[in-house]
């Protein structure tokens, strides 16, 4: 019930263009990293002087006017430029909902050409975030063009999908990202109940880990860590094979201590205005984050 509400205010545009004017609020702080580049540079330094990377995103999403696109580019654009300045140790993470699919196919696939383009130049991996199922094939479409061209490419895979066996297969030599998958999807589509989530999203990760490239276990579920742990020793599966990746400000301590014990470990940083859908998200995730909202709003 209450994930619907939150997925369901997650898509609400009217809140979205308020929620922007207004900054970050309800808590939002304590997860988005920053609203401009120079406050997202300083939270990268501070995690890389514990040794852990960074995947940034330029928050937007679902955006259908032209103007945005390109405004949103141009944000990555000089994202990029900016972690080559600093000499930080940082990739990019963005949706191709953000950058056009929804205007114009070709549009949205001259813009990502343009952001992986620069970031080739530099030698920087650019991840494509994988949305709702409508949006699946054409950002696969678009991944498959781009990397025609390009090897700094990646995308995601959603263990909720009944598909997800076939696109990891496909896509086993991309470095990948699998998570369980944040969004709601029709019964006909995706596995509904948690622990055939589970299930599926330990086996995704067990086939990459054995038959894949680089894979990058995107979760904050200690059992699946745990799990994944003794996987890769019992498998011989060497530390540079994989990684953890959490969201920027969920479990901090964890983050630290998987970096301390010599795993690599990456932190999604996600920055900027629009805050307001990545934020629904993640309090439809666990409603335990609602306990965000409630210390923003009471302690004054
Ligand atoms: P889940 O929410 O299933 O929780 C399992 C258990 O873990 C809980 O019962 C609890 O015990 C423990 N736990 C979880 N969070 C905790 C916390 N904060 N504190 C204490 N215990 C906690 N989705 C998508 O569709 N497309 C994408 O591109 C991405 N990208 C992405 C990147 C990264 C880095 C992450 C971490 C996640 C994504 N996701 C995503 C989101 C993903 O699909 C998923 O919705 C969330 O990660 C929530 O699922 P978890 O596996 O984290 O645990």
Same mark, same amino acid.
């Given at each position: 019930?209450?994930?619907?509400?939150?997925?369901?205010?997650?898509?609400?545009?009217?809140?979205?263009?308020?929620?922007?004017?207004?900054?970050?609020?309800?808590?939002?702080?304590?997860?988005?990293?920053?609203?401009?580049?120079?406050?997202?540079?300083?939270?990268?330094?501070?995690?890389?002087?514990?040794?852990?990377?960074?995947?940034?995103?330029?928050?937007?999403?679902?955006?259908?006017?032209?103007?945005?696109?390109?405004?949103?580019?141009?944000?990555?654009?000089?994202?990029?430029?900016?972690?080559?300045?600093?000499?930080?140790?940082?990739?990019?993470?963005?949706?191709?909902?953000?950058?056009?699919?929804?205007?114009?196919?070709?549009?949205?696939?001259?813009?990502?050409?343009?952001?992986?383009?620069?970031?080739?130049?530099?030698?920087?991996?650019?991840?494509?975030?994988?949305?709702?199922?409508?949006?699946?094939?054409?950002?696969?479409?678009?991944?498959?063009?781009?990397?025609?061209?390009?090897?700094?490419?990646?995308?995601?895979?959603?263990?909720?999908?009944?598909?997800?066996?076939?696109?990891?297969?496909?896509?086993?030599?991309?470095?990948?990202?699998?998570?369980?998958?944040?969004?709601?999807?029709?019964?006909?589509?995706?596995?509904? +109940? &948690?622990? =055939?989530?589970?299930?599926? !999203?330990?086996?995704?990760? #067990?086939?990459? @880990?054995?038959?894949? $490239?680089?894979?990058?276990?995107?979760?904050?579920?200690?059992?699946?860590?745990?799990?994944?742990?003794?996987?890769?020793?019992?498998?011989?599966?060497?530390? +540079? &094979?994989? =990684?953890?990746?959490?969201? !920027?400000?969920?479990?901090? #301590?964890?983050? @630290?201590?998987?970096? $301390?014990?010599?795993?690599?470990?990456?932190?999604?940083?996600?920055?900027?205005?629009?805050?307001?859908?990545?934020?629904?998200?993640?309090?439809?995730?666990?409603?335990?984050?609602?306990?965000?909202?409630?210390?923003?709003?009471?302690?004054?």
């Amino acid at each position: 019930m209450l994930k619907d509400l939150f997925i369901g205010l997650s898509q609400n545009q009217f809140l979205n263009s308020a929620a922007k004017k207004y900054g970050l609020k309800l808590g939002a702080q304590s997860v988005v990293a920053g609203t401009n580049i120079e406050e997202t540079i300083k939270s990268i330094k501070e995690l890389n002087s514990h040794g852990i990377s960074c995947t940034v995103d330029n928050l937007g999403e679902f955006v259908f006017k032209e103007e945005e696109a390109i405004e949103a580019m141009n944000n990555i654009l000089a994202v990029i430029e900016a972690i080559h300045e600093h000499k930080v140790d940082a990739h990019i993470s963005l949706k191709p909902t953000q950058l056009g699919l929804d205007i114009d196919y070709d549009f949205c696939l001259g813009n990502l050409r343009e952001i992986v383009d620069r970031a080739k130049q530099y030698d920087i991996f650019v991840n494509f975030d994988m949305e709702d199922h409508g949006h699946l094939d054409p950002s696969f479409q678009i991944l498959d063009e781009l990397s025609k061209e390009y090897d700094n490419v990646g995308t995601v895979i959603q263990a909720y999908f009944f598909r997800a066996k076939e696109d990891i297969q496909k896509y086993q030599n991309y470095r990948l990202r699998i998570v369980k998958g944040a969004y709601k999807e029709p019964a006909e589509l995706a596995y509904q +109940d &948690k622990k =055939e989530i589970d299930r599926n !999203y330990i086996k995704l990760i #067990e086939w990459h @880990l054995l038959n894949g $490239k680089f894979t990058s276990i995107a979760t904050h579920d200690h059992h699946v860590i745990n799990h994944v742990k003794e996987f890769v020793k019992r498998n011989d599966i060497p530390n +540079d &094979k994989f =990684e953890f990746q959490m969201l !920027y400000g969920f479990r901090k #301590e964890m983050q @630290l201590e998987l970096a $301390k014990e010599g795993y690599n470990f990456c932190t999604y940083v996600p920055f900027g205005n629009d805050w307001y859908g990545y934020f629904m998200r993640r309090l439809a995730e666990r409603p335990q984050n609602l306990n965000l909202v409630a210390k923003q709003v009471f302690n004054k």
